[in-house]
Nanobody, 119 residues
Framework: QVQLVESGGGLVQPGGSLRLSCAASGIIFSINDMGWYRQAPGKQRELVALISSGGRSNYADSVKGRFTISRDNAKHTAYLQMNSLKPDDTAAYYC?????????????WGKGTLVTVSS
């Protein structure tokens, strides 16, 4: 059974930084795209950043220049470095990945990690 586990969330002041991690475990043949999404209270889940297996990345306009997505393929782990955080970045952050588990490519989600930006 493949699992995605996020870590690194917490409370940070405006202008601060956090680094989120997403570790995949289980039977993994390969991992295609990995991404970070977020959902603020009362809002729909939205894409924050995506990274392909080759390292090509895309970002939501609201985080360009402040957030950086990366991955370590050997560790089956994706990261989200978040700088210059704003109160509007407050949300639950979810990891998403398309993983070949030996039987085919399936989409997986983590349970989320909470990021709160407040003074």
């Amino acid at each position: 059974q493949v699992q995605l586990v996020e870590s690194g969330g917490g409370l940070v002041q405006p202008g601060g930084s956090l680094r989120l991690s997403c570790a995949a475990s289980g039977i993994i043949f390969s991992i295609n795209d990995m991404g970070w999404y977020r959902q603020a209270p009362g809002k729909q889940r939205e894409l924050v950043a995506l990274i392909s297996s080759g390292g090509r990345s895309n970002y939501a306009d609201s985080v360009k220049g402040r957030f950086t997505i990366s991955r370590d393929n050997a560790k089956h782990t994706a990261y989200l470095q978040m700088n210059s955080l704003k109160p509007d970045d407050t949300a639950a952050y979810y990891c998403n990945a398309y993983i070949h588990n030996g039987q085919g490519i399936m989409e997986y989600w983590g349970k989320g990690t909470l990021v709160t930006v407040s003074s």
